[in-house]
């Protein structure tokens, strides 16, 4: 018998008891024109006072939080009429469209929306009367109003910057359909919008109430008609810009780029052959949005089940600036994903037996590390569930444990080959692995995958490790096997596959267990994705691995915070390279050592220091807690927002900012200095996100407070020394 995986833990939203939607209109708050606050604050500098809520004004439903307005019509059905920014005023809808469309054994149906718009270039609100619905769309039955549930309930057990999930107003709309075959069928579509921050989640769920299984080809869970965001005579979607004030996620993304918008498998930017009077001699301008996984197409809805689909993270921006779009985007994941903020300081150890293992967590809980992962090349196999490695792992833990070291170990999943029953079915030639996204792969689904799944989880459980490094998670590889327990067919074999990958995620999310995966799965519970680098480099000489990790670091953080992402110092040869590439001994290279440490713990960044130890020496130790011990006392400003101050190029200085109005020290600035010769510079530090407006304290590596005047630009004027080859840092307050 088949598992039926492919439905999440979510609880299905009903419908609230109300008479009709005249009666639910009248029980909301009642929205007015100077409900719509004077932002005389940034948000991303200080909170704003209007709480997300959901009010009426007699005709509307009207989801706001004083930065977004999403405005709602209720006649014969539901449709959109208002997505604005109410810090700048953007509105980005011109057109009314569906609220989602459902295709439902081979036929598409709209769920929601009115008809009668003819121009569609822009939308007025006093043609909404005349608009009209479709009695063959699902139909809108009644509304209710909640506090955010939580998607995932996230137990946090180590240092995070923020602790407390985001909180808000979810507004669900219900439909059904007159339609013959779809009667059973009962859709809820929610939109969660978050306090202080413009962003609002959609997702939608479907639930079967008949006795007939019925098979979703796709589920569309968002359509804009939104403004574009350029016009040409010519060009093709794939061309032109699409709209920069609308910022996109789903929890449906990977392929290893370390990067969202790469990895992003469900935004589809369309043209709209409905809007007429555009610009665009051929009617391509991409200004139609849909938001649905391309290759989830067959997926069986059983008697009295629920799915639920992917769900949206949308953002609004105010800015074409790339450092604010940044903190915008960082400060959704701290929202959304608090999980983000969480950031352990470990190792990464090589071991070949149980005394290595117990050296390392000794020389971590002596260093003032917090966590051991047993490293790629150890002698720690998590897919061993015999007795006899379960009682090994679990003494390891326990005595790891009495030295408050979390402890962890690394699997691979993807770019193994197991077997042709249990590896991945390439569509085209039928042949396993022949299509793999890393040139072999197991399927999630097959029998050995469900069985990995299983091993692991009982791994965890038994041992009590606190930490997991997934490499190679699922990539997005399907299958077309008809054969393998965990999926039906080719149609729902990537759907299932993602399901299975993101629930283990889930489960270790929520009990504790922190995830290392080199995927974007961060939206379903991991913790950390590498920074992106290239390997080999790791080979090169210690100087120019400074300069690169610099240059990782920088290009890793745009959109990434600081705990987001790992980089990498290989203790012993990694990958090729002579002595000039290594730290070991570690006694020699104690200069080297202690600039790699500190420019990774300087960007609140932690590395993989992977080898068989942290010191060597009594030298080394010192040097090794000394830097700890800093880290450690600055940790939450390190672990705060970066600003990009200028890029590594190993010609002059280069440095990035840290900043957070809500700590005493406001910001924290680390500077560097590649050259063989001594430097003194003369820059500009911006610190319009540390909330300083008139005057700031620098302290220069702890040293006697320097006070210096913030210009209208929000910026000082800083002169700096820095030794050759080395580096400074000045606290603000």
Known sequence: MKRKLFFSTIAFWGIINIASSQEANNKLPVWKENNRPILSQDWLVNPVQQKADVYADGKNIILSNGLVKRTFRIQQNVACIDYSNMSNGQQLLRAVKPEAKLTVDGREYNIGGLYGQKENAYLLPEWVSGFKGNENDFQFQSFSVTDIPPYIRWKPRGWAL?????????????????????????????????????????????????????????????????????????????????????????????????????????????????????????????????????????????????????????????????????????????????????????????SRNDDDVKKAIDQCAETGYEALILSFGSHCNMEDSSAVNIQRWKTLSNYAHSKHILIGGYSLFSSRRISDEDDVIDPVTKKPDAAAFFGNAPCLGSKWGLAYLDKLKYFISKTGFDIFENDGPYPGDVCASTTHPGHKNLDDSQWQQMELQKGLYHWCNEHGVYVNAPDWYFLDGTNKIALGYREVNFSLPRDQQMILNRQNIFDGTWEKTPAMGWGFVPLTRYQGGGPEAVLEPLSDHLKDYEQLMVQYYGAGVQACYRGPRLYDTEATRKMVVGVIDWYKKYRSILNSEIIHLRRADGRDWDGLLHVNPKLGTKGMIMLYNPLKVAITRTIKVPLYYTGLTSSALLREKGGIAKKYPVDRKYEITLTFNIAPGSYTWFTIE
């Open 162 to 350: 923020n602790t407390v999930p985001g909180s808000g107003k979810m507004l669900s709309f219900t439909y059904k359909s007159n339609v013959d075959g779809l009667k059973d069928l009962l859709v809820t579509v929610h939109y969660e919008l978050y306090n202080n921050i413009p962003l609002i989640v959609k997702w939608l769920s479907v639930q079967n109430k008949g006795n007939k299984a019925m098979t979703l080809n796709r589920v569309i869970n968002e359509v804009l008609a939104t403004v574009e965001e350029e016009s040409a005579v010519v060009g093709s979607p794939a061309q032109m810009e699409k709209q920069h004030g609308l910022y996109l996620e789903t929890n449906y993304a990977f392929n290893n780029s370390m990067r969202y918008d790469i990895s992003d498998q469900t935004t589809h930017w369309k043209a709209d052959s409905n809007y007429t009077s555009q610009v665009n001699y051929n009617y391509q301008t991409p200004c139609l949005l849909e938001v649905y996984p391309e290759k989830a197409t067959g997926i069986a809805l059983g008697k009295g089940q629920v799915f639920n689909s992917v769900r949206t993270y949308e953002l609004l921006l105010d800015s074409y600036d790339r450092e604010r779009r940044g903190l915008a985007i960082r400060k959704m994941y701290s929202t959304i994903a608090p999980w983000t903020t969480e950031n352990p300081i470990f190792m990464h150890l090589v």
